[in-house]
């Protein structure tokens, strides 16, 4: 049995939910395996009422797909929802960085430097998304519009970049892109230019 309920404020249904997210980014959930309610309720020792509400909101965050008359089913990514997720994330720090105009202070720059350093030395997946989000997230951190920025959060946070991020092998040969990529970006910044700087956020596309 892979967890056993246990008391919480928060909804049986969202602890099943983190674990099955979890297990699906982490590639434990193969893309395109079953998700049967029945099994997946006996492997946590739960009903499946909590079950179904956790597929539910699996298939709204884009990990799962609902098939009539097949039932869920972990997601295989396709290019064409890829190029969607980073649409909309490139779009919202576009937004952001023009709103100040790249004019980046001292101290958030070296955060910057500092953040690239962090994702050369990943030594797995997830210290180098961690790494690569902060990056992003800092890139667009002096916009005054919050509501802007805990948008583009959402966008990060969302479970199907991490499953983006993960489905890309980590070898040495890509932490040197993605770090080559960043101090590039961070170059642009350095030098306070919107309009050089926002091109090479395609730089980052399908590396992260």
Not at 89 to 102: P, T, Y
Not at 145 to 161: C, I, M, R
Request: some cysteine; glycine content about 6%; proline content about 5%.
């Amino acid at each position: 049995m892979r967890a056993q309920a246990t008391k919480n404020a928060r909804p049986l249904s969202e602890h099943i939910y983190e674990r099955i997210s979890d297990e699906i980014v982490n590639g434990v959930i193969a893309p395109g395996a079953p998700l049967v309610q029945e099994q997946l309720a006996s492997e946590y020792g739960v009903s499946r009422t909590p079950v179904r509400d956790a597929l539910n909101r699996l298939v709204h965050d884009g990990l799962a797909t609902l098939e009539p008359g097949s039932g869920y089913f972990a997601t295989t990514l396709t290019r064409s929802e890829v190029e969607e997720v980073y649409e909309v994330r490139k779009a919202l720090e576009v937004m952001a960085i023009r709103q100040f105009g790249a004019q980046y202070s001292h101290i958030e720059l070296a955060r910057l430097e500092l953040l690239i350093a962090e994702g050369a030395a990943s030594a797995d997946p997830e210290e180098l998304f961690t790494a690569t989000r902060a990056f992003h997230l800092g890139l667009a951190a002096p916009a005054r519009n919050g509501f802007l920025l805990k948008t583009l959060q959402s966008v990060w946070d969302n479970p199907v970049q991490r499953l983006i991020t993960r489905s890309y092998p980590l070898d040495k040969a890509k932490l040197d892109r993605v770090a080559d990529d960043h101090r590039r970006i961070l170059a642009a910044a350095r030098a306070g230019d919107p309009d050089a700087l926002i091109p090479l956020l395609d730089l980052c596309h399908e590396k992260e």
